[in-house]
């Protein structure tokens, strides 16, 4: 067992391997015989190997878009969804996120090690903090976004030195698709929560709490930096303790889970309750009480008018409820939701967003698509924050009407909106989806992203508008690029296009581009083994570039993928006087791999070779 979740819909128990969902028991004290039905779990299939203890499943919590999240270790995770899809991620760890009844389970992000613990800021970003290898790769902070692909694989922890990932410093981020950290602050990285308003005043405004074991718990905040974050300012806010959780009461407390000594099984552990070292002022504890008894009572009761008033609450836990209650309600609360998203509070207009994304994804119909269609104004709006959160919305539920204002934003001079534009038409596209504005459209708004079905989908790519977007600021953000990786692996020649935008990047002038397909293409093998025999997708090309960053990025896929068709053009590369310094043990490797008695040759010769490297000749 490491992880529980109390929500209205259930209580959420990980068990590796399966999540639960199980009922409430009944508040009557009539004792009753026990009858109770069998319960299945919602999905199994978590912990496929053996594998460093506590690398589980855990991590779970409800998101502002109403999805459960759960994290998951490198023991890995291999299952179907209930629509047929299948989930393999046998050698690493990440994050699945599904509907609370556990429809459309699906990857939300992958590469990590063991995640103990998911939270997630009042702008809607997901954070968690990776553990270490114990070598020379630090606790990583982790900025975690959809698709995204953070690098650790289950085979580095068996290898001399954690292989690659130390060597070539993998955890850094910048090779192979991998996304940085936004810095470090624990060595034990175990519980997590962010502030959720009350309690503390301004003090933990904006402030994640993190259990560190042993140690204690810090807290500490980020800043931005381009599209993503690092960490600002941390300081130890419990100390000398064993925690293994941390998170904030209904009280306005903050309650720390302490293991209390040693690293095996503890005869003893305590919950130790923290509270503000000053007095709060009178107008706090109004709103401390406020949100005990809000939570404590509910929202099922309240009148749509009072829940709507509520999405402008101080404290994150009150919007959430009011927003996933007023999403219970269906169409009748379609109109208030899209007035508060236009003219709400900064806080109140997330969350209405968010609240109609919910509504959309349970409801199709013309009222639906007609609310969608009324946040579109939003993209170009001043918030840029609410100008994601409604990217996010429109792009997921498959809204073409938001494609021009995205395609508009790939020109605005600000990263961020960049980011969003790209990432937005990632997600819309990958739809193919059919024109919201039709009232009479049929099917679901939002496809089932494994599914084959090809809808409609007519609009041309902004193929120079997004080849300036990605350039703009000397195409260097790590998180940019790897949105514009992933929309690239989209934008394939079965558009039916005379010439696809992948196409356009693989001849591109400019290297970074070039080797922005290659990183395209990567995503494409890994999903795809075969080569499709489509000649943009051919990265044998790339080894004969005129960039070295280009011939290293194509090098590196073919081994590492693998793309076996490669491995004999890159087990060439051990003829050459000239062959990068940096490719030389994927190239000896391919040669053994290849095995043929002309590589036994060749790994001969460059064992003369006195002009070699000594890591190479031995």
Known sequence: ???????????????????????????????????????????????????????????????????????????????????????????????????????????????????????????????????????????????????????????????????????????????????????????????????????????????????????????????????????????????????????????????????????????????????????????????????????????????????????????RRIRLESQWELARRGTAVLDPLVRIAKEGTSLSRRHAVWALGQLARREAGSATTRALQSLVPLLSGPDAVLARCAAQTLAENGLVAAHPALVALLDSPEIGRRAVAIDGLRVLRSHRSRDRFEAESAGPIRPDPGSAQRLPFSLQFPWKAFRQAVLMDGGSDLFLRSMAERCLRNERAERGESRSALAEAASDADPRIRELAVGAIRWIRKEEPTFSGESSEDLLRFLADSHPAVVTAAARTLYDVPCVEGLPALAQFITRVDCPTNLLTRVIQSCLRLGAPQHAQQLAQLAKRRDAPNFARI
Request: glycine share 14%; net charge negative; hydrophobic share 35%.
């Open 1 to 315: 067992a490491a992880g529980v979740l109390a929500s209205r819909d259930g209580l959420y128990f990980a068990n590796i391997p399966s999540l639960w969902r199980l009922p409430y028991p009944s508040v009557s004290r009539t004792a009753t015989p026990i009858n109770a039905p069998r319960i299945n779990p919602l999905v199994s299939g978590f912990g496929v190997h053996i594998g460093v203890s506590g690398h589980d499943l855990h991590g779970l919590i409800q998101g502002p878009d109403g999805r459960i999240y759960m994290s998951f270790g490198d023991r890995g995770a291999s299952l179907t969804n209930r629509e047929g899809r299948r989930i393999h991620l046998p050698d690493c760890g990440g994050v699945l996120r599904c509907e609370p009844d556990g429809r459309l389970l699906e990857v939300f992000c992958q590469g990590l090690r063991n995640p103990q613990e998911l939270a997630f800021d009042d702008e809607g970003n997901l954070w968690t903090v990776d553990n270490d290898t114990a070598g020379a790769d630090p606790c990583r902070v982790l900025h975690l976004v959809e698709g995204g692909d953070y690098g650790w694989r289950t085979s580095y922890q068996h290898m001399e030195g954690f292989g690659q990932w130390v060597k070539e410093e993998l955890w850094k981020g910048g090779r192979d698709g991998i996304l940085p950290l936004a810095g470090t602050v624990s060595q034990g990285p175990s519980g997590l929560a962010f502030y959720p308003g009350t309690g503390f005043g301004e003090r933990l405004a904006g402030t994640f709490l993190h259990a560190d074991f042993p140690g204690g718990v810090w807290a500490y905040t980020v800043k931005p930096a381009g599209v993503s974050f690092v960490v600002d300012r941390k300081e130890k806010f419990l100390w000398n303790c064993w925690p293994t959780d941390v998170d904030f009461g209904p009280d306005g407390a903050a309650y720390v889970l302490d293991w209390v000594s040693g690293w095996g099984q503890t005869p003893r552990g305590r919950i130790y309750r923290i509270t503000p070292t000053q007095t709060p002022t009178d107008a706090e504890a109004t709103l401390v009480a406020q949100v005990r008894r809000l939570l404590s009572e509910g929202f099922a009761e309240r009148p749509d008018g009072e829940v709507v008033a509520l999405l402008a609450h101080a404290d």
